[in-house]
């Protein structure tokens, strides 16, 4: 928590992460702020008049572009929905106004605020170590909700590395190596000495930098932990393959470590539910059922095709031949529509065939003389609230509302009547 003064509030929208509706609410801005603004930069956050912020996550004037998410809270009873920077100054999104010159507390979510903390030292103690181990320089790096992503510039890391890696960060945790925030002035000549990409262009102010002792000093904005112990443990998670020949090294750290050790072993006990067998035959039995399944899917395929060729020799034997020929059924696909297609012929007759669940989305097929199926397949298409294509006398394609199938077959039948009035 932190006490401060109230100097600014405005009406103003926020745009939802996820999409949507703006939401309305106020723009606050405060004496000083112990919430770190979104997209970092220069903002000195968690300093207050005393220049001390909450313990550990002090955050110190922020110098350098950082990936790392903002930070949310309270102020007062007020909850705080977004934080960004200004220019010098972090802007707090609240739904409430509040009056400015008002003594406001500060209250910090602080298992999110320590798990940004976690992710980003644990990020600079991975990007050290790389670079010192193999060579590996860090271009860029993403903390993300459930897992983060560091890009190295190098288009191949091997398994053996990954572990090699793995095992030297932990090994520093262990060791309980000291992590300090100190400020330099923008032109002493030891900021070419550290870690860097960079000042933003509107830097003004002191440089800060972060040192991890005896293994990397770095300029950052970020919040860090006071030693790697606080890290508890780094988990690489493993390789992607990256842009213009880079790799993407995913990792976590701390608590989401624990977390995601939680999740498999709850994955772990539903298997061994389901498979009813130990987690060491997890593997083979899947494999099993993958086997069984693709020959009940051939199996399945082989009997769609006959009752597919079925259903058109049942509709060709009938001795007064139909104009226009209706079947839905719930299990089916394409090839069994065409099937069914090339089986009766379309030069005459027109039909109109659906697959899928009948509440629900499916596919269409609309097969007959080529000028009535172009005129007729739009206009379907446009009936079922879907998406279609043809060409030679066949017109076929997604339909989101096959409930209204009724309506098609209407269309059509209006359409032979018109065609052939004594139909």
Known sequence: QFATRVVSCRAAELRPEGGGEPVRGFQVVLEDTI????????????????????????????????PQPDDRGFIGDVPVLRVTRRG?????FV?????PGAEVLLSLDWERRF??????????????????MFGFKTTSWELGRQRSVIELDTPLVTAEQVEALEKSVNEKIRDRVP?????????DPEIETVRSRGLPDDHVGPVRIVDIEGIDSNLCCGTHVSNLSDLQVIKLLGMEKGKKNKTNLVFVVGNRVLKSMEQSHSTEKALTSLLKNGPGEHVEAVRRLQSSVKLLQKNNLNLLRDIA?????????????RQLFVLHRKEGDSEFMNI??????????LLFLTVGDEKEAGLFLLAGPVEAVEN???RVAELLEGKGAGKRGRFQGKAAKMSRRGEVQALLQEFISHQNPEA
């Open 179 to 187: 992590v300090t925030v100190r400020e330099l002035a923008a032109d």
């Open 309 to 321: 060729v079925l259903i058109a020799r049942d509709f060709k034997s009938k001795p007064a031949p």
């Open 340 to 349: 069914i297609a090339n089986e009766i012929g379309t030069e005459e007759t």
């Open 88 to 92: 010098p100054e972090a802007v707090h």
């Open 115 to 132: 798990d940004h903390m976690q992710q980003h030292s644990g990020q600079h103690l991975i990007t050290a170590i790389a670079e010192q």
């Open 95 to 99: 739904p409430a106004a509040l009056e």
């Open 376 to 378: 007729l397949g739009p």
């Open 35 to 66: 919430f770190f603004p979104e997209g970092g930069g220069q903002v000195r956050v968690g300093l207050g008049r005393a220049g001390r912020g909450p313990g550990r996550a002090r955050a110190g004037g922020t110098d350098v572009p950082c």
